[in-house]
T-cell receptor, first 113, second 115 residues
Framework: DQQVKQNSPSLSVQEGRISILNCDYTNSMFDYFLWYKKYPAEGPTFLIS?????DKNEDGRFTVFLNKSAKHLSLHIVPSQPGDSAVYFC????????????FGKGTLLTVNP | KAGVTQTPRYLIKTRGQQVTLSCSPI?????VSWYQQTPGQGLQFLFE???????NKGNFPGRFSGRQFSNSRSEMNVSTLELGDSALYLC??????????????FGAGSRLTVL
């Protein structure tokens, strides 16, 4: 049973435009959400996170939105740059002391120059 | 500050063999987690160690095991290898408690191929 779903395996965007990556979850116990970025031959790198007490968190070009009622979160990248081309993983956790992250299968973002 | 170091980076084994992978966490990080990444299943949690004790375990068979040493370094072992064990094995470390504890820092992984 996949508790974190990224339904788009890939996304292609033009440089300078907005990239929107989506993630849905089924476990209502999740209260902390993270986005990781992964380049080939490297480990995932933490990008941004959000606690369930918030509905938006912003860090430079990256903004994560959380809709708890819909069990949906999204990552917005504005403006998109070719260096953003990578696989993006959505992850979720239960409680601050539980270090088991449940990951989605990832979305390959390609930003075209 | 050195990152999470995993060795070996690449290895090839045959069915039935066993393998041991090593992970050195970021200095000061006391929690070490292991994940398996495959094309079909994505990243799946294997187990997490803190102070030499396994605190969490994912849904993997007993052939997958791990341990953590007093210096927080960790090893994972897979016995009686199967073709389906071919994957990228990722180690991650984090602070044990407090703000940001859920933020894992990953190593580059150990790519295991089982023939």
């Amino acid at each position: 049973d996949q508790q974190v779903k990224q339904n788009s395996p890939s996304l292609s965007v033009q440089e300078g435009r907005i990239s929107i990556l989506n993630c849905d979850y089924t476990n209502s116990m999740f209260d902390y959400f993270l986005w990781y970025k992964k380049y080939p031959a490297e480990g995932p790198t933490f990008l941004i996170s959000i606690s369930s007490i918030k509905d938006k968190n912003e860090d430079g070009r990256f903004t994560v939105f959380l809709n708890k009622s819909a069990k949906h979160l999204s990552l917005h990248i504005v403006p998109s740059q070719p260096g953003d081309s990578a696989v993006y993983f959505c992850a979720a956790a239960v409680g601050g002391s539980n270090y088991k992250l449940t990951f989605g299968k990832g979305t390959l973002l390609t930003v075209n120059p | 500050k050195a990152g999470v170091t995993q060795t070996p980076r690449y290895l090839i084994k045959t069915r039935g063999q066993q393998v041991t992978l090593s992970c050195s966490p970021i200095s000061g990080h006391r929690s070490v987690s292991w994940y398996q990444q495959t094309p079909g299943q994505g990243l799946q949690f294997l187990f997490e160690y803190f102070s030499e004790t396994q605190r969490n375990k994912g849904n993997f068979p007993g052939r997958f095991s791990g341990r953590q040493f007093s210096n927080s370094r960790s090893e994972m072992n897979v016995s009686t290898l199967e073709l389906g064990d071919s994957a990228l094995y990722l180690c991650a470390s984090s602070w044990a408690t407090g703000a940001g504890a859920n933020v894992l820092t990953f190593g580059a992984g150990s790519r295991l191929t089982v023939l």
